[in-house]
């Protein structure tokens, strides 16, 4: 199952649901997009430049990484699988974003697991023993579902390891501007350590997933190439190079989504914590808040919130996690208002507690 599938649950079936399950910016489309589009469509009838030269010098610029190798995708689920597809044999820090497995299985690529900590922390001296034995590494920052990001200190010693015996390290960041800090990123180690490889998107912070378009950066000119040999020419249109040109650089959305999340993190949180459903509400450094059932599962939880015009992420398909997780998106503040109105009133207190009862 993955989030935002508003078609098999509501369009297709005539129904107006609100999606708790899709990690969107929930200001939408910025203005600075809107306003360009017309740089698009009267470019419509031409092919794009094959190579793309403005769009990733706009990268660079948006980065910082003027020296690095730029890959560009449809989507950042594009150049996931095509890094993926480097290994043979694959360490996975679960639970995470399960298309990471799924993409190893399709290319046949033995996997291995490291586990977070009881508290969901990352584990870093079992990635470092598991990754000898492993020719890669893949790791969300911030983590999906659970929205830990990585201590960059704590994890130099396994780019260390990864660069003194030739691992690829495949760092995900499709979140990372959800932080809010840019120390939380790797980016930093890049030209460093030539084994990692960073893959980003503006899907959800710039909430244009239907535009289709991902980046990944290297300092490493063979996993550029080995990348590039079997991607397809002209993978980007037109629509996704307006959105890098502007969106990149609306300083205006960039500061009014930070402030918002700031604000309904908190919200969101406090709110989640002051209810008897939940035996605990996990910290994040994302725009989703991962929680831990009390006395139901995920399927009881989901058919409740269903019931009521809305949708969670149920957790029990991602490896680590059992039927008692669910995730939420951070929304508006009158989506979370309706949210936790919604899990407030009698009929889910009374669900909630049905043992305490028995």
């Known amino acids: 199952m993955h989030g935002g599938d508003i078609y098999t649950e509501g369009i297709l079936k005539g129904k107006a649901l609100l999606d708790f399950s899709s990690n969107i910016n929930p200001l939408g489309v910025p203005e600075s997009f809107r306003e360009n589009i017309n740089e698009a469509i009267n470019n419509l009838d031409k092919y794009p430049d094959i190579k793309y030269r403005k769009t990733i010098e706009y990268l660079k610029e948006y980065t910082g990484q003027s020296n690095a190798y730029f890959l560009l995708g449809n989507g950042a689920a594009e150049l996931l699988d095509l890094s993926i597809s480097l290994t043979k044999k694959l360490l996975l820090v679960v639970p995470s974003f399960i298309e990471y497995e799924e993409s190893a299985k399709k290319w046949g690529c033995e996997i291995e697991y490291s586990y977070l900590l009881p508290d969901f922390t990352i584990d870093y001296k079992d990635i470092k023993n598991k990754l000898g034995k492993c020719d890669g590494l893949i790791i969300a920052n911030p983590n999906n579902p659970n929205g830990a990001c990585i201590n960059t200190e704590e994890f130099l010693d396994i780019l260390e390891f990864g660069k003194n015996n030739n691992k690829i390290i495949i760092i995900d960041e499709a979140f990372i501007e959800f932080s809010g800090i840019k120390e939380y990123s790797v980016a930093k180690y890049i030209n460093e350590y030539p084994s990692l490889i960073i893959i980003r998107a503006l899907t959800k912070y710039f909430a244009l997933p239907g535009i289709r378009f ?145």
């Open 214 to 358: 991902g980046y990944a950066f290297t300092s490493n000119k063979s996993i550029y190439e080995r990348i590039k040999q079997i991607q397809l020419p002209w993978n980007i249109n037109c629509f996704a190079e307006v959105a890098v040109k502007h969106v990149l650089f609306d300083e205006e959305y960039i500061e009014n989504s930070n402030k918002w999340l700031k604000e309904e993190k908190n919200y969101m949180i406090n709110g989640l914590k002051d209810l008897s459903v939940f035996n605990k509400v996990y910290p994040t450094n994302a725009n989703y808040i991962l929680c831990e059932l009390k006395e139901f599962n995920c399927n009881e939880f989901y058919d409740l919130l269903f019931k009521a015009g809305m949708l969670c992420r149920k957790c029990d398909d991602y490896v680590g996690l059992s039927d008692k997780f669910i995730r939420l998106a951070i929304k508006d503040r009158t989506s979370n208002e309706e949210l936790l109105k919604c899990l407030r009133n009698d009929r889910t207190s009374r669900f909630s507690n049905r043992n305490e009862r028995n």
